[in-house]
């Protein structure tokens, strides 16, 4: 019978689309992976991959066989970590993704209750502005806004994902009044660039009647930070538009103000991503439950709603 690691070895290998990439995954080496594929290969009597020394393809059997064992191995993996779980209670390394800012301002400091909670899981949470692969990078779950659902992934929906305007008081004193979306192009901008292209987005404004406007602000400066866009802006010297999560930060201080507070950006929603697995790892499973209920008792989700 081909052991469990040998199969799990072949779908990292497709998933991630080299040894390399799924012996980061597995926390084995990449000479390790290979020879427990060969020895899977060799148990089964087929070739599973063609191999060349720049890629990895699966063959015509290859494919059959990841269709086959794939949903049966999640299944087995997440049955092994939760019965593996120390003294009932859900255990293991729990890899989760989120934004620099919005993790270290509404994740980090439900740590404390959630270890208290569950001392048996460890946190690996990376803190990236940018959406991540779960499968391929491995992670157990990722928070973020606005994310296409790739197959095999499934999302809870936290809060609305709307961006506002944001200006000093001191700014907007000293400079033309801003009453309609076309009087930004008088204004100055600080511009955040997207994670994923480099690139600053072209978002547009709507208001509640569904009265669509560019944004057109001349371009003074630009981040890649919509934190340290926000303190830039505390420093009197424009406009800057961003996230909910990071604007009611400076809101609640006073130290920036909604302008056209009638009108805001429509990001679809802000949501945690996990595996859609029948048999979910314990570990995930509670972590979600423990995120989505915060945001439910705290009203995050009106918090953050431009509304």
């Known amino acids: 019978m081909e052991s469990l690691t040998s199969i799990e070895c072949f779908v990292a290998s497709a998933e991630a689309g080299s040894f390399s990439a799924a012996a980061r995954r597995l926390g084995l080496t990449s000479a390790a992976v ?10 089964l009597g087929v070739r599973l991959f063609q191999r060349s020394t ?9 494919e059959r066989f990841l269709q086959e064992v794939s949903g049966g191995l999640s299944s087995i993996q997440s049955a092994v970590a939760n019965l593996a779980s120390s003294g009932g209670q859900p ?8 934004g620099t800012g919005f993790g270290r301002e509404y994740i980090v400091p439900l740590l404390g209750g959630f270890l ?8 690996d949470w990376h803190f990236d502005n940018r959406p991540v692969d779960l499968i391929t990078e491995g992670f157990d779950a990722a928070i973020g ?10 999302a809870r929906e936290l809060a609305p994902a709307h961006r506002v305007l944001l200006a000093s008081p001191a700014y907007l004193a000293t400079r033309p009044p801003i009453r309609t979306p076309e009087d930004l192009v008088q204004h100055d901008g600080i511009l955040i660039r997207s994670p994923q292209t480099g690139r600053v987005r ?20 630009t981040m890649s930070d919509p934190n340290a866009a926000c303190e830039i802006a505390e420093m009197d010297m424009g406009i800057t538009l961003t ?7 400076y809101l609640d201080k006073g130290t920036l103000v909604r302008v056209l507070p009638d009108w805001y950006v429509d990001g679809g929603m802000l949501a945690l991503y996990f595996a859609a697995a029948r048999l979910l790892p314990a570990k995930t499973r509670v972590f979600v439950d ?14 953050f709603s431009a509304f």
């Open 34 to 43: 290979g020879k427990n594929v060969a020895r899977l290969e060799s148990s």
């Open 54 to 62: 720049r890629s990895l393809r699966l063959t015509e059997a290859g």
């Open 91 to 98: 255990a293991g390394v729990l890899k989760v993704s989120m």
């Open 116 to 123: 208290e909670r569950y001392p048996a899981i460890s946190p």
């Open 145 to 154: 806004g606005g994310i296409e659902l790739p197959p095999g992934i499934v």
């Open 202 to 221: 072209a978002w547009t404004l709507r208001n509640g009647d569904g009265v669509q406007a560019p944004i057109d602000l001349k371009v003074k400066m």
């Open 243 to 249: 996230a909910m999560p990071h604007a009611v930060v």
């Open 290 to 303: 423990y995120v989505v209920e915060h945001f439910r008792s705290e009203q995050l989700a009106q918090r």
